[in-house]
């Protein structure tokens, strides 16, 4: 299943990249489900709407069980403003019939003022130990910026770091 989860997930963003091709100015999307080889039912959905300046926004998403406990999905979209501002956003779970959980996801803007990226995972095992991360990236136009990573495990709890440049690239204090 999670191989599935890998290429729905890149099929899904295969489809924000070229949605500007598929739609014109206006609305469009469709969904469909149907009952697939492995015993279970693969669903989806996708849709996309572009304004008349030159904005636009797309989103699809999947999900395919196999009949026998198992679960994978995934989902992507993204958006472009007429100024120039843009960003996507995907995501992958696959959950086994043992109760193991498994999300990966994360999302990309950037724009007049700067940009931010920020990507993350959690698991759980099938004995309903957590365990998870998360590192974002902003850069400000004029320069200044910030790295930060979390980690996350239950029974351990949260652990942050984070570093601030300002536009010379020396560290400075973040602000709270």
Excluded: W
């Amino acid at each position: 299943m999670k191989k599935s989860a890998v290429i729905l997930v890149c099929v899904l963003s295969f489809v924000l990249i070229v949605g500007e091709l598929a739609f014109g100015e206006g609305i469009g999307g469709g969904r469909f489900a149907r009952k697939n080889k492995a015993g279970g039912v693969t669903t989806g959905t996708a849709g996309g709407v572009r304004g008349p300046n030159g904005g636009m926004a797309g989103r699809a998403g999947g999900v395919a069980t196999d009949g026998q406990g198992n679960v994978a999905g995934g989902s992507a979209s993204g958006f472009k403003t007429p100024g120039g501002a843009k960003g996507v956003r995907a995501g992958g779970f696959t959950r086994s019939s043992d109760g193991t959980v498994q999300r990966r996801g994360g999302f990309g803007a950037t724009g007049k003022r700067g940009s931010v990226a920020s990507q993350g995972s959690v698991t759980k095992d099938s004995s309903g130990n957590v365990s998870g991360e998360r590192s974002t990236g902003a850069q400000s136009s004029t320069g200044s910026s910030y790295q930060g990573s979390t980690t996350y495990s239950k029974g351990s709890g949260a652990t942050h770091t984070g570093t601030c440049r300002n536009a010379s690239g020396v560290e400075v204090p973040c602000p709270k």
